[in-house]
């Protein structure tokens, strides 16, 4: 296995859980009438339902842990079963998943206008096989343009 991630080994990470999200996203119950979905109940409400199906293997080297949600934010924590943070280049793994990320969230109707246009802020957090913290990327709403 070589010291660093590939970028096409990144990309797929990325997609993976992009795809996840979506899926979990889509089968789960929208907030309560009148509740303002950056809320810290809804959103930990939304955090709770996604967590009934974690930890989850995404591919075979990314796992889904906890959701975690707070007022304003949706964190999505993954780990590289693979990988130890010592193999990898933190800034480029974060610069090569930020863009990819950000293109995934705001192109996907369920982030974008259920999340990211409601004022959420999504929270991707990627720890190494031993959960030791390697990158974390933020989606903000600004991210996604007019």
Not at 4 to 15: A, G, H, L, P
Not at 77 to 97: C, H, I, P, T
């Amino acid at each position: 296995m070589s010291k660093t991630m590939s970028r096409t080994k990144i990309f797929t990470f990325v997609v993976a859980a992009l795809l996840l999200s979506a899926v979990i996203w889509w089968a789960l119950p929208k907030s309560s009438e009148g509740e303002s979905p950056r809320s810290q109940a809804s959103l930990d409400r939304l955090a709770i339902q996604i967590n009934r199906a974690t930890p989850v293997m995404i591919d075979k080297e990314t796992e889904l842990l906890a959701a975690a949600g707070t007022e304003g934010m949706l964190t999505y924590n993954y780990r590289l079963v693979s990988y130890s943070v010592s193999q990898l280049d933190a800034g480029k793994f974060a610069a090569g998943a930020k863009e990819r990320v950000t293109q995934g969230a705001c192109n996907r109707p369920e982030t974008r206008d259920d999340l990211l246009k409601q004022g959420v802020t999504l929270r991707y957090a990627y720890f190494d096989k031993d959960k030791q913290h390697i990158a974390t990327i933020d989606v903000l709403p600004a991210d996604c343009g007019s």
